[in-house]
Each structure stands twice: as structure tokens, then as C-alpha cells.
């Protein structure tokens, strides 16, 4: 099923949520590498998450909920960018401070 | 026992246990207002943490093992006090951050 999965408004996101979300290791690497990247949309593949599918597919959903990412199925694979200009407004110097100390 | 409770060098503590610390609410409202304090100890009992003994054990073990905080027990309570400048300089801004979001 090609598309955009779904994502909640930024207003729906709480801060509690979002550290979950980047207090793991893995989703704290993609998210990092995504906010000193160029803001375009990366494949899923590239990123060093765990081999498992359903792993890698946990931590998809976890960063979605978090309001970090948005993720889309083309079909011939998934690819995601980092919300950055919305996550900035909600959260304002969380990722620059993460990123800084990661 | 009186006395101080065991706490690591901050130089063992990662940003994930951080992170992890700080996502629950109960926990961040109480470093939070540790933060935006006068910086000396508080009476463990003066903040709104839930009422079960064992849980709030828990949360304060939890900041302890975070780097957050320090802890005694001096007999009749236990103190608790935030180590701001030794978290500052291992975690630069993060403090800040969280309290200016809460």
C-alpha cells in the first residue's frame, strides 16, 4: 500500500513522548543523522537500525508518534524526513540540544 | 542508614538513560522544579510524586542513576538537591531546553 503513513499534529505530541523516542540509541543515530543532513527524504534502508523487520518497524512508528518524522511507502521501499521546521516550533532547541551532546 | 546515596560519575552516564529519565512526567516536573529552585536541597516529600513508597523509591533511584540528582537520608527524611553544574558541563543546554518545553 504506497503512500504517506499516518502522523499526529505537533500540538498532539508531548515532550514525554519525544524523549522516549530519542532516549534509544538506535532512534536517537537516525534522527541525529537526519538533522545534519539536507532535509531531503532518505530511504528507511539506509539508516543502521536492527536487522529484524519488525524491529526496524517499531522504531519507524515510535519516531512517527513522536512527531520527529514523516515516512512514506513508494512501493519499492520506505523513505522518511525529519519534521524539522514543525518539531522546531513545538519544541524549540530540543533537536540542536540532542544532536550538540550526541 | 543515614547518609548519601550511592550516585555515578557523570562521565558514566549516556545521554539515553538521561533521556529516559527525564520522558516520565512525574520525574520531569520534579527536575523541573529543582531546575528553576534557589539550588539548595529539597525535602524528598515536598514534591508531587505518587503517594506509594515503592514508586516513588523508584523515580528518585531513576534520577540518581540519571546524573541528576544527589540524595540523603538524614534519619528523619530523605534531601534531595540537583547536580545542575556537574550536568551542565556533561550535557550542555539539555537542562535548559527541557525546562523552557515544561
New interface residues.
Given amino acids: 500500500m504506497a503512500g504517506e503513513f499516518p502522523v499526529p499534529e505537533l500540538t498532539e505530541v508531548d ?3 519525544v ?2 523516542a ?4 538506535h532512534r ?1 543515530e537516525v534522527v541525529v543523522e537526519l538533522f545534519r543532513g539536507d532535509g531531503t527524504e532518505r530511504a528507511c534502508s539506509s539508516f543502521p537500525l536492527p536487522i529484524a523487520k519488525s524491529t526496524r518497524t517499531h522504531h519507524w512508528k515510535v519516531l512517527r508518534q513522536a512527531g520527529l518524522v514523516r515516512q512514506r511507502d513508494a512501493g519499492n521501499g520506505t523513505f522518511v524526513r525529519l519534521r524539522r521546521d514543525e518539531f522546531d516550533a513545538r ?4 533537536l ?3 544532536a ?3
Avoid: K, Y
Fill in positions: 515532550l514525554g513522548t524523549l522516549s530519542l532516549a534509544d540509541a536517537r519544541f524549540p532547541g530540543l540542536d540540544v540532542v550538540g551532546i550526541s
